[in-house]
């Protein structure tokens, strides 16, 4: 099982190393939509565009290939789930680069606890929260999800920071089940970011993990993650498994 603790010294050189635009972890292969994107074809205007190029100074020819990698770089989440404690699961954020044509690359810039569902270590052996077809108590179904918003400072039955996902219906013995909804990435804050009084906005430690179905963090974690939005680009898609 790994644990915040020891995970955290390994994700502060991580950060630093891709803040600087060194290469970091290489992560296994990225998710089938995901790499789809990096793997699109270039457009007719930007081909006629990189041709024209081809009489230019080897200087812009580079800058030219450095902005066009650039643009096809990206990120995206992935939720882990952990059936030994499903209230220390894993989120982590991923960048993807384009390096050449035919090549990507994919780094894990940071990777936080995270919970999803009822669950935790002492009922695992019974696998509560472990239905994703159970409302209010199942962790959220396994797939690829659009990240439909962000909001800094959202106003609810939750608050603060929050990555608002799509709806997803689980699967039951092969067939559609139960349609998921109110999905978000969130913690336990007041909607200006601080710590509150009352349960909802306040996080009290380790069974705050605990959620209805959404993806939690503590207050911490979800603002580091979205200090990432400062410079990388934004994740549009969450993979859960």
Request: overall charge positive; aromatic content about 8%.
């Amino acid at each position: 099982m790994i644990t915040t603790r020891s995970a955290k010294p390994a994700h502060r050189s991580l950060k630093a190393l891709a803040t600087a635009g060194a290469a970091a972890v290489v992560v296994g292969l990225v998710p089938a939509a995901a790499g789809a994107q990096a793997s699109a074809p270039v457009s007719a205007s930007a081909t006629a565009s990189t041709a024209s190029t081809v009489a230019a100074p080897q200087s812009a020819e580079v800058t030219t290939a450095k902005a066009s990698a650039a643009a096809r770089s990206y990120t995206y989440l992935q939720f882990k789930k952990n059936k030994k404690d499903p209230s220390n699961s894993r989120l982590s954020l991923i960048h993807v680069r384009q390096i050449s044509p035919d090549k990507t690359r994919s780094y894990v810039l940071d990777s936080w606890r995270a919970g999803s569902g009822l669950g935790d270590a002492k009922n695992a052996k019974r696998k509560v929260g472990q239905n994703p077809c159970q409302s209010n108590v199942g962790w959220l179904p396994s797939g690829d999800y659009k990240i439909e918003y962000f909001k800094n400072n959202f106003a609810g039955t939750i608050n603060g920071i929050v990555w608002k996902l799509q709806d997803k219906r689980c699967k039951a013995n092969g067939k559609k089940g139960t349609k998921r909804d109110a999905l978000f990435i969130h913690s336990e804050m007041k909607s200006n970011g601080k710590q509150g009084r009352t349960e909802p906005t306040r996080w009290d430690g380790n069974g705050d993990y605990k959620s209805a179905g959404c993806i939690k963090l503590k207050p911490s974690d979800i603002r580091e993650l979205k200090g990432y939005r400062s410079n990388f680009p934004k994740p549009t898609r969450l993979y859960v498994s």
